[in-house]
């Protein structure tokens, strides 16, 4: 049997917090004393750390099990208007993706040195803002002023226009929100 997704997911940052735990356990016993305080403090923070996260894994699974009750429909995805409409912040939440996504390709085209981003990365960081800012769960003023934005730093020329591309891309997606 596969283990869920939320399963494994739980089991890689057990392992990551257990061997961090471990490893500044050992740190500190090299500071401290020696060799034989920071096999004491490895094992103590090691055992401290999977045990803490091992006991709160039923918790932790509970808030990631989707809800019973809430299954989701078959069928077409749901538009735009739908997804803003759910208030559930997913439609925020694609915002501010298209925000980083945005961000980091004109951070790739506009790099502060020279030779700092390669021209196969500069690729990726395009082909993925383009795609998040496709998606259709997105507000169409979030989409519109991602295009925006995306045109003008596709033109690679004026960084100022580019600036104020972004800007205004900001303050879109800021203006998206439900509380604003």
């Excluded at 932790?60 to 809430?70: E, I, Q, Y």
Aim: with cysteine; hydrophobic share 45%.
């Amino acid at each position: 049997m596969t283990p869920r997704p939320a399963a494994r997911i739980h089991l890689m940052i057990t392992f990551v917090l257990v061997s961090c735990g471990t490893v500044a356990g050992a740190c500190l016993g090299l500071l401290l004393s020696g060799r034989s305080t920071a096999l004491l403090l490895a094992g103590v923070a090691g055992l401290g750390a999977g045990a803490g996260a091992l006991s709160s894994r039923r918790h932790v699974l509970t808030l990631l099990r989707p809800d019973p009750g809430r299954a989701p429909a078959p069928g077409p995805r749901p538009s735009r208007a739908a997804a803003a409409a759910r208030g559930d912040g997913y439609a925020e939440g694609l915002a501010d993706g298209v925000l980083v996504c945005v961000a980091t390709y004109r951070a790739a085209v506009f790099p502060l040195t020279p030779d700092g981003v390669s021209g196969q990365e500069r690729r990726a960081r395009r082909d993925l803002a383009y795609r998040v800012a496709a998606h259709d769960g997105l507000p169409h003023p979030v989409q519109v002023s991602a295009a925006a934005a995306l045109e003008a730093i596709d033109q690679g020329l004026d960084a100022e226009r580019a600036e104020a591309a972004m800007r205004d891309l900001g303050l879109t997606v800021f203006g998206s929100r439900r509380g604003r």
